[in-house]
């Protein structure tokens, strides 16, 4: 079992919709999840942190995090052709490997005009 | 305010021959981490150092690779000798003071090493 889980997708999307992405980790200290943003062949941007139970909006994007299930999901709202690309889910973990993240495979989006 | 770099953007070399990766983190961020990914797997990683000191460096393969941070400013990773199975895109990121809740990573442009 992989230590942080996502669907590869691709996941295709119309333009103004609502993409829904999701992960799971199995490391029930985890402390910190983070959502990022890869363009092909550019580095991982960071678009989103999460440190507690709930959700947390940030403009179009919005983490949910539910530690007893151990899940993190993304969505994005009105979705635009340049938020095609893929995203990583990033987990911290607990006081063992405090700096640690431990990446997803990653999930494509494809958001179709 | 600058991003974290690094040099080279790619590099190609032989098998056994050696490579050195540059990165310069954010100013002012103490933590400076390496990561790696290698085709068609999920980015891994490697170690993490606070100022000059090595935290954390659990992800390290093997004693081929070799990491350091002189002066806590700056880091080099040195692959010697280079083997097939390091070619990859080697990431570097840096985040604040950790022990103060900063836990967020920025990710620098990555070097794509090829190893022929």
């Known amino acids: 079992q992989k230590e942080v889980e996502q669907n590869s997708g691709p996941l295709s999307v119309p333009e103004g919709a609502i993409a829904s992405l999701n992960c799971t980790y199995s490391d029930r200290g985890s402390q910190s999840f983070f959502w990022y943003r890869q363009y092909s062949g550019k580095s991982p941007e960071l678009i989103m942190f999460i440190y507690s139970n709930g959700d947390k909006e940030d403009g179009r994007f919005t983490a949910q995090l539910n530690k007893a299930s151990q899940y993190v999901s993304l969505l994005i709202r009105d979705s635009q052709p340049s938020d095609s690309a893929t995203y990583l889910c990033a987990v911290r973990g607990g006081t063992d490997s405090w700096g640690k993240l431990q990446f997803g495979a990653g999930t494509q989006v494809v958001v179709t005009p | 305010e600058a991003g974290v770099t690094q040099f080279p953007s790619h590099s190609v070399i032989e098998k056994g021959q050696t490579v050195t990766l540059r990165c310069d983190p954010i100013?002012?961020?103490?933590?400076l981490y390496w990561y790696r990914r290698v085709m068609g797997k999920e980015i891994k990683f490697l170690l993490h150092f606070v100022k000059e000191s090595k935290q954390d460096e659990s992800g390290m393969p093997n004693n081929r690779f070799l990491a350091e941070r002189t002066g806590g400013t700056y880091s080099t990773l040195k692959v010697q000798p280079a083997e097939l199975e390091d070619s990859g895109v080697y990431f570097c990121?840096?985040?604040?003071?950790?022990?103060?809740?900063?836990?967020?990573?920025?990710f620098g442009p990555g070097t794509r090493l090829t190893v022929t």
């Open positions: 990121a840096s985040s604040q003071d950790v022990l103060a809740g900063f836990y967020e990573q920025y």
């Open positions: 100013s002012g961020h103490d933590n």
